[in-house]
């Protein structure tokens, strides 16, 4: 690696610059790997493929949630990580359907079908705020901890 022209350890950071999470350079805020050291400061960025797969795969899509139900009862209920109410989707649209026979179930199963899709995309929307909530929380615990050892190792340079 090559020396840096300045001495880092007594330089000041700007407002644009930020401390190397191991050799404690002063680099670029913006920066993903270190110069200095190359160690990586942050994650690398997702692309919106990963993005779409995660969000698809985690459950919080009422669309796909929606879709699921309407598929099969439940199936959404199954997707947003609620079983037992998946289990009770289930249960009630077979049993509804079964009770074609005695004509109360032409109307009890489309019943089940709909509130069964219905409940998956409120359900979905529900997680998905909850999710974001989390994401956002951890977003801010990260910033607070990576200023925290910003002033840390101002101190220790002070």
């Known amino acids: 690696m090559s020396s840096p022209s300045t001495d880092d350890s007594t330089r000041e950071r700007g407002p644009d610059e930020a401390f190397c999470r191991d050799c404690g350079a002063v680099i670029d805020a913006r920066a993903e790997i270190c110069p200095e050291c190359g160690v990586r400061q942050r994650d690398p960025p997702k692309s919106s493929v990963d993005s779409a797969l995660d969000d698809l795969l985690e459950g919080g899509n009422p669309f796909v949630a929606a879709v699921l139900s309407a598929i099969f009862p439940g199936l959404g209920q199954l997707y947003n990580r ?44 529900l997680r998905a705020e909850e999710l974001q909530r989390e994401a956002d929380r951890e977003h801010e615990t990260e910033i607070s901890v990576s200023e925290e050892q910003d002033d840390e190792h101002e101190e220790h340079e002070g």
Do not use: H, N
């Open 82 to 125: 609620e079983l037992e109410r998946g289990l009770v989707f289930a249960v009630g649209f077979i049993v509804a359907s079964v009770s074609v026979m005695v004509i109360i179930g032409f109307l009890l199963a489309p019943a089940v079908w709909l509130y069964a899709v219905y409940d998956a995309y409120t359900r979905a929307e």
